[in-house]
């Protein structure tokens, strides 16, 4: 991870970035996470690491798991039929 210590969350509570739930208060923190994320240099590193080791909790990149999961999902399926990989940011 040599992105982390240019990443725009160091300093930030790492709780933020892992909201329990989907109640308001745990969307309001994800939102608040992932606009921590929205001004990060290394957002695109953290987001392929995210994916590439298979964080299945927290925000990480900007994305949170049902985002991170969707992206897997059309990777797969763009292998399977063949089709180029783009970034996920």
Do not use: H, N
Not at 4 to 22: Q, R, W
Not at 57 to 84: F, Q, S, T, Y
């Amino acid at each position: 991870m040599w992105w982390l210590s240019d990443a725009a969350c160091t300093g930030a509570d790492p709780e933020l970035f892992f909201p329990i739930g989907s109640s308001p208060p745990a969307a309001d923190q994800a939102v608040r996470a992932k606009a921590i994320c929205g001004s990060c240099p290394v957002r695109s590193a953290c987001l392929e690491w995210s994916l590439a080791t298979y964080q299945d909790a927290g925000v990480w990149g900007g994305l949170d798991e049902e985002e991170r999961r969707e992206i897997r999902r059309l990777r797969r399926r763009a292998v399977a039929d063949g089709r180029a990989l783009e970034p996920a940011v």
